[in-house]
């Protein structure tokens, strides 16, 4: 059980939640007149995420070996299997190597064009990883920009058009996660074996940038739901009755960043908080209750 364990943490399986945004082209494109989706594309969905999702694992990997010592200076990531001594050299290059593979196979084999993206983004992260995560501002781009890459290999696994409102909002949504965290690592881990990009942030600027973005994300989703192109693709212009769980999504999240210090792990909050996980199931339920109940 316990290499089982070990293989999940190298892995970071808990961030592969961050590949839900694969499903987004496929999810907005259910109510699209012009659109026959059906249960294999689906599939084809999660096979996408999941090929996404051993893509990043690889990386994950090179990043935790690049950065093991100073993990071990770090109070949460000194229990990296890496930075705890638990997986070698050799064998931690072995699997990066093996998830990769099997990933950028699977990619290729549900479209080629899937292949294209989950490469580039493979490239983008070898170069964050390798030097660009030190450069203040660009570092939290480059991550946003993934998210816009999982967006776009969703639509490509599915061969489905995504809007470009769409992408610009999961683009601002990303970076304000981002902004949310190195706000959190500003505060509370200054010295502590933290990314060489901090020393660049002042923490007023981040507290403006992180607002700016949260307004950003909102502005961008409800043109989005009353864009032109959007009322006439669905058919509705009710996707607006989705605009304010957004609005409660960020500002929740805001709360927990600022009042809780709950900013360092997404990926664990949005999985945990009980009032945002009951925001996002209404937010999806409304979604469809939009394209499906009250279209015109």
């Not at 929740?252 to 990926?267: F, I, N, S, T, V």
């Amino acid at each position: 059980m316990k290499p089982l364990s070990t293989l999940f943490r190298l892995l970071r399986v808990n961030q592969w939640t961050k590949n839900a945004v694969v499903f987004a082209a496929f999810f907005f494109a259910l109510g699209d007149r012009n659109q026959s989706l059906t249960l294999w594309l689906c599939w084809k969905s999660a096979l996408a995420a999941l090929a996404f999702a051993l893509v990043s694992s690889s990386i994950y990997i090179l990043n935790d070996l690049k950065d093991a010592p100073k993990d071990r200076l770090h109070p949460v990531k000194c229990r990296r299997p890496i930075a705890a001594g638990e997986v070698g050299t050799a064998a931690a290059l072995a699997v990066s190597a093996a998830v990769l593979g099997i990933g950028s196979w699977g990619a290729w084999q549900i479209a080629p064009r899937l292949f294209a993206v989950t490469s580039a983004y493979f490239v983008m992260q070898l170069a964050y990883t390798f030097g660009l995560k030190k450069v203040s501002l660009l570092d939290v781009m480059i991550i946003a920009a993934g998210f816009v890459m999982r967006a776009v290999a969703g639509a490509e696994a599915v061969r489905v058009p995504i809007s470009p409102w769409l992408l610009v909002c999961t683009f601002f949504l990303a970076l304000f996660l981002a902004l949310c965290k190195r706000r959190h690592e500003k505060a509370n881990l200054a010295g502590q074996g933290t990314r060489d990009a901090l020393d660049g942030y002042d923490a007023k600027l981040l507290d403006l940038l992180v607002a700016v973005t949260a307004g950003a994300t909102i502005v961008v989703y409800s043109i989005y739901t009353l864009w032109p192109d959007t009322v006439a693709k669905f058919g509705t212009n009710r996707l607006a009755a989705t605009i304010p769980f957004v609005v409660f999504g960020v500002f929740r999240y805001l709360d927990l960043a600022y009042r809780r210090d709950q900013g360092d792990r997404p990926e664990r909050v949005l999985l945990t908080d009980l009032p945002l996980l009951l925001d996002i199931a209404l937010f999806g339920a409304t979604v469809l209750a939009a394209l499906f109940l009250f279209r015109s």
